[in-house]
């Protein structure tokens, strides 16, 4: 049992983190540009894409992902400049339409290149398989990834909270138009931002990638997450985005080893068999309302 | 699912004394092409493959490979299969399809001939037919950058029977079938196929 909560608390953590890349971007750009971006998860997937083409040509994982990483960032600034930036003058409701029409055209478009079949993305030889720590086998993929997303966050704490750019981005997520009244160049910085999130989309998807099946439609799924952990954590903090990511990912895998096993010793076998896996795929949304009843504004409210 | 489940099992380490038993669909072509190398030394069953050998079969992966530039996948032998079933109904009723015990009359006569090899259905629509164990990957298939599944033994067959002995079910056949107490007394995981668990619980 101790060995299963661990080995799942691994899980949780490595989820946790990889939710942490998905929505460090999202939440800045809601933040700061305060702008709905339903696309996120269509960067991811088409990040995970370029991944696996880059890291199939490649015949290296690692290169694949760098290049794969690379080819996002420069999508996501043709997309700022093209289309993002006319957007943020609008209203929500338009931005929804517009991101949402995003997600189709990705979805479609990457059915007609690679196929509608899900394409092959795998570890590098030396991590496939698993290592042994603390009694138990883990695989040495997922530490990777634990290390990997540990560093992004790190380094994205550093860069937001010690340097002076992160300073204008927390400045314009505080208040846009004071920051821009104090000479900021408030619209290149957007771009910087949209850039660098769907930098971290790609990240998340292609380090994903070999755990998961690089499909279409992959986006949809997280994006829902993501948008979970922006509102717990609080809209355009980082911080708050961590520990979000941290408790959505802990919490739901948690919730879904450990919940339908403790029910069936609590609860009669038929109930608990119904109970169980229903319970567990919704107690986010249930931490999410509960979160929102005390603290209105996320965990660590932006505009404070 | 497929796709997670094969990957994450391997990563685990699972593979290294369990031997993986699957559905036709959680290793068919389309499986194969994403998940790569760690679909080698697993098995499973199905009622059809993309390389058995007879002319319906051969015709059908040729035009679908020049049509869509990659290997059919079960579901698509069963989607050719069921077209071809149901124009030979219609033509067997001469197009009148508004009778419609006629036209299932003509269903169940199938008269057409099938990607799976020779078959026929049982009283409740259910195919008897041949089912073979693949044995994946001991080389790559070359020319479509995939595993290919060169073995194919024949492991069993559905059964018109309701009663196994009274079919004279060999034990090779049960190899691959799940649930059999000794299996769940071992730790190995296997999946159920539905053609396999149907012969015997039926």
């Known amino acids: 049992m101790t060995q299963l909560i661990l080995e799942q608390a691994l899980n949780g953590l490595q989820f946790g983190l990889m939710l942490f890349l998905l929505a460090a971007g999202l939440t800045l750009v809601f933040g700061i540009m305060d702008c709905i971006n339903l696309a996120h998860g269509s960067l991811y997937m088409v990040g995970a894409y370029f991944v696996a083409a880059a890291a199939q040509a490649a015949d290296s994982f690692w290169l694949g992902l760098g290049l794969g990483v690379a080819g996002a960032a420069l999508l996501g600034l043709l997309l700022e400049l093209s289309l993002f930036r006319r957007l943020y003058q609008r209203d929500h409701l338009s931005q929804v339409l517009a991101t949402f029409a995003l997600i189709l055209i990705a979805n479609e478009a990457v059915r007609a290149i690679w196929g509608p079949a899900a394409i092959m993305l795998n570890p590098p030889e030396a991590l496939a398989g698993p290592v042994e720590i603390g009694g138990f086998f883990y695989p040495a993929y997922r530490l990777v990834i634990i290390a990997v997303g540990i560093a992004v966050a790190a380094l994205l704490y550093l860069l937001v909270a010690r340097s002076r750019v992160g300073?204008?981005?927390r400045a314009g997520a505080a208040n846009r138009e004071m920051t821009e009244a104090l000479g900021?160049?408030?619209?290149?910085?957007?771009?910087?931002?949209?850039v660098f999130g769907a930098a971290l989309c790609a990240l998340a998807g292609g380090l994903l990638g070999p755990l998961l099946a690089v499909q279409v439609g992959m986006g949809e799924s997280v994006l829902i997450l993501a948008f979970v952990v922006i509102i717990?954590?609080?809209?355009?903090?980082?911080?708050?985005?961590?520990?979000?990511?941290?408790i959505v990912g802990t919490v739901d895998t948690l919730g879904r080893a450990l919940l339908p096993a403790?029910?069936?010793?609590?609860?009669?076998?038929?109930?608990?068999?119904?109970?169980g896996p229903a319970l567990a795929s919704i107690l986010i949304y249930l931490l999410m309302a509960a979160i929102l009843f005390f603290k209105p504004q996320g965990l660590f409210p932006a505009r404070a | 699912m497929g796709i997670n489940f094969v990957k994450q099992?391997?990563?685990?380490?699972?593979?290294?004394?369990?031997?993986?038993?699957?559905?036709?669909?959680?290793?068919?072509?389309?499986?194969?092409?994403?998940?790569g190398a760690p679909m080698m030394g697993m098995f499973n069953s199905s009622h059809w493959a993309h390389d058995m050998d007879n002319p319906e079969n051969k015709r059908f992966v040729a035009e679908f490979e020049k049509e869509y530039k990659r290997l059919p996948s079960l579901y698509a032998s069963q989607g050719y299969d069921a077209a071809f079933m149901m124009d030979a109904a219609v033509r067997d009723v001469k197009g009148k399809v508004e009778d419609k015990a006629a036209l299932q009359k003509a269903l169940e006569a199938k008269r057409f001939k099938s990607v799976r090899g020779d078959f026929r259905f049982n009283t409740n629509h259910y195919p008897v037919q041949n089912y073979y164990q693949q044995d994946?990957?001991?080389?790559?298939?070359?020319?479509?950058?995939?595993?290919?599944?060169?073995?194919?033994?024949e492991v069993g067959r559905t059964l018109a029977d309701t009663s196994l002995a009274a079919a004279g079910v060999t034990l090779p056949y049960?190899?691959?079938?799940?649930?059999?107490?000794?299996?769940a007394a071992s730790s190995r995981l296997c999946l159920e196929t539905s053609g396999f668990s149907?012969?015997?619980?039926?």
């Open chain 2, 198 to 202: 149907t012969a015997l619980h039926s």
């Open chain 2, 174 to 183: 049960r190899r691959t079938v799940c649930g059999a107490a000794d299996f």
């Open chain 2, 9 to 35: 099992f391997v990563a685990a380490g699972l593979s290294r004394d369990t031997q993986l038993f699957a559905p036709g669909f959680s290793a068919d072509e389309d499986v194969i092409k994403a998940v």
């Open chain 1, 184 to 194: 900021i160049n408030v619209r290149s910085l957007f771009t910087a931002v949209f």
């Open chain 2, 136 to 153: 994946h990957g001991h080389h790559l298939h070359q020319s479509c950058g995939c595993l290919c599944r060169p073995v194919q033994d």
């Open chain 1, 232 to 246: 717990i954590g609080g809209i355009g903090s980082i911080r708050g985005a961590l520990v979000g990511s941290l």
């Open chain 1, 262 to 275: 403790l029910l069936r010793a609590t609860l009669p076998a038929d109930a608990a068999a119904t109970l």
């Open chain 1, 167 to 169: 300073m204008w981005v």
